[in-house]
């Protein structure tokens, strides 16, 4: 990127608009920088970093949703010996961050409280809004902290 001086823009406004088709150009005023111009071209380009942001976590919330789903299909295919193992290294987890204060307590609650629900409801829960708490109770899951067991 080009850089001029603040001066240099003003006095030579019509070569600044003239280099513009080559990239953008910094106008610098005491060694700083405080604008940039582009082409409307090259300002297409340009991405919003508040929406790249948002979209990086929806990205994350989808993935985290998908292994959810994941899980709570493997629960209910189970056979009841592996789906109490589970269940019991999911209570483990959240005993854990219990223990150890790692945890908010609304979060600890409401996870004892699903784990000791019958599986399609639990399963249930885990894959939905869960009255607004679905996106908070997956990003602060047993489910992620450690691999399930496979026995």
């Known amino acids: 990127m080009r850089t001029i001086t603040a001066s240099q823009a003003k006095q030579n406004f019509g070569s600044l608009m003239a ?3 080559r990239g953008p150009v910094a106008i610098e005023r005491h060694r700083k920088t405080i604008a ?3 082409s409307p071209e090259a300002a297409k380009s340009v991405v919003d970093p508040r929406q790249a942001a948002r979209a990086a976590q929806q990205q994350r919330e989808l993935q ?6 994941q899980c709570a299909l493997s629960l209910l295919c189970a056979t009841p010996i592996t789906r109490q193992k589970r269940l019991k290294a999911a209570g483990q987890v959240v ?3 219990q223990d150890e204060q790692l945890c908010s307590a ?3 609650e409401r996870w004892q409280q699903w784990l000791a629900l019958p599986v399609p409801e639990l399963s249930k829960l885990m894959c939905s809004d869960a009255d607004g708490w679905g996106p908070a109770m997956r ?3 047993p489910f992620t ?3 399930m067991p496979q026995t």
Not at 64 to 69: E, F, K, P
């Open 95 to 97: 005993k854990r961050w």
């Open 145 to 147: 902290a450690s691999p």
């Open 64 to 69: 985290r949703l998908m292994h959810h789903q």
């Open 106 to 108: 609304d979060y600890i």
């Open 19 to 21: 280099e513009l088709g």
């Open 36 to 38: 940039v111009v582009l």
């Open 139 to 141: 990003q602060n899951s």
